[in-house]
């Protein structure tokens, strides 16, 4: 698998990351064996994880096969903190909370140190000098070797990226390399802010639901499988945001394109948008390692200009004022 730099960091990662969210709810421990094996196979490193997927489920048993396989120091070990499960409160980034939650993490993923961690979301509640101070002290005490945050919108990722570059030396310790957010052919508004604000403070991009919270791969085009997501009452919103006349021209014109080229809908989607500028590696969220390993196929395939052209054209985001107006973009 090619690499590529984390930001405007020293540390180079395969251009496609696993994703755990589904390990241990969804996927069980067998198949997160297989899925971990089949990665590392195919030359990835990066691993995300958050410590609210499966209350901590996720994370332990990602430590366990990480230890198992013995391959700590082969793979960038990420993970996420600030997600509160339950109802009330669903994000806290104080210093309380994150300094707790890193500490968990630590101890389910049986490491030292997490290479890259991420603040989840923004918490209108804390102060951002509150949490970024704490990002400071998690660095400084060797238990968090990068910074990344994640759903911020334009102006927090701006505010955040540039008052860590901007507050002397303690702050310098943990600069933010890297944001992760939603991204895919059928979820192009981060290109209105968060892609030039990235690409000018130089954070890389880690999209998640790349193909789209799965409707990229065709499923859905025909038919509501059983046994998917859009068809369980308890994740059917999820899916069915995308399954509008804008998603089926979409969906439409990947499945077209997957057949000229005889590869599958998935290779297309994720082909296209690893190759975005900006993007560092989306990430592979697979509830069974026979979905992995087609979206890992997508590594051998690069798409014609022909196809990007007609990709890019079909799915374009609403631009205006003022992030694509008047002075705004060359």
Do not use: C
């Amino acid at each position: 698998m090619e690499t590529r730099p984390l930001g405007r960091s020293g540390v180079w990662v395969g251009r496609l990351a696993l994703g755990t969210a589904t390990w241990t709810q969804g996927t069980d421990e067998y198949d997160a064996r297989d899925q971990l094996a089949a990665f590392l196979d195919a030359g990835g490193s990066l691993i995300d994880s958050a410590d609210v997927y499966a209350e901590g489920g996720a994370e332990a048993l990602l430590g366990e096969l990480i230890e198992e396989f013995e391959v700590r120091d082969d793979v960038v070990l990420a993970t996420k903190s600030g997600g509160v499960s339950g109802p009330g409160r669903r994000i806290n980034t104080s210093r309380l909370h994150l300094m707790r939650a890193l500490e968990g993490s630590l101890t389910r993923l049986r490491t030292e140190a997490i290479d890259l961690w991420t603040i989840q979301a923004w918490d209108p509640w804390t102060p951002m000098e509150e949490t970024l101070a704490a990002a400071d002290a998690a660095v400084a005490s060797g238990k968090v070797r990068y910074v990344a945050i994640a759903n911020f919108s334009g102006w927090q990722t701006s505010r955040a990226a540039t008052f860590q570059q901007a507050s002397g030396a303690v702050a310098a310790r943990a600069p933010i390399v890297a944001t992760q957010m939603e991204y895919s052919l059928l979820e192009r508004g981060i290109e209105r802010e968060i892609v030039p604000a990235a690409q000018t403070l130089g954070l890389g991009i880690l999209p998640w639901s790349p193909l789209g919270r799965g409707v990229l791969t065709g499923k859905y085009r025909h038919s509501l499988p059983l046994d998917s997501r859009g068809a369980n009452p308890d994740t059917a919103g999820f899916v069915q945001a995308y399954l509008d006349e804008r998603g089926r021209r979409i969906v439409d014109a990947v499945a077209t394109a997957a057949e000229g080229l005889g590869a599958s809908p998935a290779e297309v989607a994720l082909a296209w948008l690893r190759d975005r500028p900006g993007v560092v590696a989306p990430i592979l969220g697979a509830r069974t390692v026979k979905q992995l390993v087609a979206a890992l196929a997508s590594e051998e395939l690069e798409l014609p200009d022909e196809i990007l052209i007609a990709l890019d054209d079909v799915s374009a985001p609403a631009m205006g004022y003022p992030e694509a107006g008047w002075a705004q973009r060359r």
